[in-house]
């Protein structure tokens, strides 16, 4: 399996309070007068979401940037098209990469608008950055403008005693335990689980996501322990049966198998990310972009592993148990 880094460009687009150029006739009941209130027409912005994720292996690295302009902007249709930005990183001994447009859902899953926005991209051979280095991004916007800012890459780390793939009995805890990564701010635990319909089909419990997706943070760079399944998806308690959060907490059953990745993620990230139950920033995004425009420009570095669930002789070494 190759690493996976949380992607969280790839997951969506954050929600901007909009506002529209409108005229409200209020009615008062003294008198019947009309008073006219207008509000701001909405600012042209750009928004930037930059991310630069780093895997274990320099063939796993992708840097993306998704541009956009903000939601409800009039005449939108007579603006430069944002495809003709042009992204540059810059790592801080001189070496310089282009991120190059590709097709937007290279980096969105999806968008409630026709003209989401540009999406650029820079594969692994380009991408030749490594934890700890200190890269900046450069976009110049079509027409003129520019956005800046800069990412120091957390520090690399390693699982503890975890193969690439292990083997885990039926109905056990497993430890995740894993090296601290410099300058990093916070830690994702992530794992996409298959096989849980038809497994937990006969105890009476409906699963109806195949692969079920849960996602757990770590907000401390010491906080280096996670035991799997029971404190993944933290995130995800809400949205989850209960019946089958609970089967979760003594672990997987047979039949069963999951992908787990680990990300360390740096203060921009940390600073930026918010939408649904996951609000690691609070309740106000911080933007780590400045100049015509703004959004964030974050860096990750991912550890993964598989794990098979089964209780037959699989000649895979063992996952630790918790």
């Not at 796993?60 to 430069?80: C, I, K, M, W, Y």
């Not at 056990?172 to 992530?190: D, F, R």
């Not at 740096?266 to 933007?287: C, E, I, K, L, T």
């Not at 959004?295 to 630790?320: E, H, I, N, Y």
């Amino acid at each position: 399996m190759g690493t996976r880094a949380w992607s969280p460009i790839a997951r969506g687009r954050p929600s901007w309070r909009l506002g529209l150029s409108v005229v409200t006739a209020v009615s008062f009941l003294a008198g019947c007068e009309l008073e006219e209130i207008t509000l701001a027409e909405v600012e042209n912005v750009v928004i930037a979401e930059i991310y630069l994720d780093i895997g274990a292996d320099r063939s796993d690295n992708v840097a993306r940037a998704f541009l956009h302009r903000t939601v409800g902007v009039p005449d939108a249709e007579s603006l430069p098209p944002l495809y003709d930005a042009l992204v540059t990183m810059t790592r801080s001994d001189g070496f310089s990469f282009p991120l190059l447009p590709e097709d937007t859902d290279d980096c969105l899953e999806s968008s409630p608008i026709e003209e989401p926005g540009a999406c650029f991209i820079a594969d692994a051979a380009t991408a030749f950055i490594e934890p700890g280095d200190v890269v900046e991004v450069l976009v110049e916007l079509p027409g003129g403008g520019e956005i800046r800012g800069a990412t120091r890459v957390p520090g690399g780390f390693e699982l503890v005693g975890i193969p690439d793939i292990c083997s885990l009995v039926p109905n056990a805890l497993m430890t995740v335990e894993w090296s601290t990564s410099a300058e990093a701010w916070a830690y994702l635990s992530e794992t996409s689980i298959r096989g849980l319909p038809n497994a937990l089909r006969p105890e009476g419990i409906v699963v109806r996501d195949d692969p079920l997706y849960l996602l757990g943070l770590s907000i401390s760079d010491s906080d280096t322990t996670v035991v799997f399944p029971s404190e993944f998806g933290v995130f995800n308690r809400f949205d989850l049966d209960a019946d089958l959060a609970v089967r979760l907490q003594r672990g997987l059953p047979a039949g069963s198998n999951a992908e787990i990745s680990i990300t360390a993620v740096d203060r921009n990230y940390v600073n930026w990310a918010r939408g649904g139950n996951f609000n690691p920033s609070g309740q106000v995004r911080v933007p780590s972009l400045s100049g015509d425009g703004t959004g964030v420009f974050a860096s990750t570095v991912g550890r993964g592993f598989d794990v098979l669930v089964t209780s037959q002789a699989s000649g895979l070494p063992a996952c630790p148990l918790d």
